[in-house]
T-cell receptor
């Protein structure tokens, strides 16, 4: 499978616990994005990387959230001290930015987080 | 706040009919894209239209863009039950945030 892979697909955790999600982008893609989506809404931007550099973070990304992309390959998103409001689908997407600057995002199937 | 807002929020049609979804946005853009999402899955890119284009076709899809009104429409012709999904517009601003900003989507139900 050469698409974007996210693990795990589902995560159930208790409030206050830490969780970590992994995203493996399409191998030649240089940009990687994290979005969050709640039921009935569109994806909300969280953060993105160009290679290993984290270039932008949304104000939605509180200090309990941290994302890394070591070596510019896979990425992890960690949520510390989870709250019930963190329950959502966390989507990863990757893209290859060309000279024209036009991006098409390729999304993974997401990690569905439920905080009890 | 949402950069793109789709209208209607939900649409139910019969197989064979055409489906039209609209998107409005607020700031100047480089391009506008439409994505599709099946329930519980990730989004799939459908079509992209640049800010200097007015209309684009891809198979049964037709997208229009009116930058003076800051709006776009997605037309799906001869709909099929398999077109049942949520459809999102996404904008790429020409300044500020580089990441695509998505609207809240139109949920399309095509009845067989």
């Amino acid at each position: 499978d050469t698409g974007v892979s996210q693990n795990p697909r589902h995560k159930i955790t208790k409030r206050g616990q830490n969780v970590t999600f992994r995203c493996d982008p399409i191998s030649e893609h240089n940009r990687l994005y994290w979005y969050r989506q709640t039921l009935g809404q569109g994806p909300e931007f969280l953060t993105y990387f160009q290679n290993e550099a984290q270039l932008e973070k949304s104000r939605l990304l509180s200090d309990r959230f941290s994302a890394e992309r070591p070596k510019g390959s896979f990425s992890t998103l960690e949520i510390q001290r989870t709250e019930q409001g963190d329950s959502a689908m966390y989507l990863c997407a990757s893209s290859l930015v060309n000279r024209g600057g036009v991006e098409k995002l390729f999304f993974g199937s997401g990690t569905q987080l439920s905080v009890l | 706040s949402q950069q793109g807002e789709e209208d209607p929020q939900a649409l139910s049609i019969q197989e064979g009919e055409n489906a039209t979804m609209n998107c409005s946005y607020k700031t100047s853009i480089n391009n506008l894209q439409w994505y599709r999402q099946n329930s519980g899955r990730g989004l799939v890119h459908l079509i992209l239209i640049r800010s200097n284009e007015r209309e684009k076709h891809s198979g049964r899809l037709r997208v229009t863009l009116d930058t003076s009104k800051k709006s776009s429409s997605l037309l799906i012709t001869a709909s099929r039950a398999a077109d049942t999904a949520s459809y999102f517009c996404a904008t790429d601003r020409d300044t500020g945030r580089r990441a695509l900003t998505f609207g809240s989507g139109t949920r399309l139900q095509v009845q067989p």
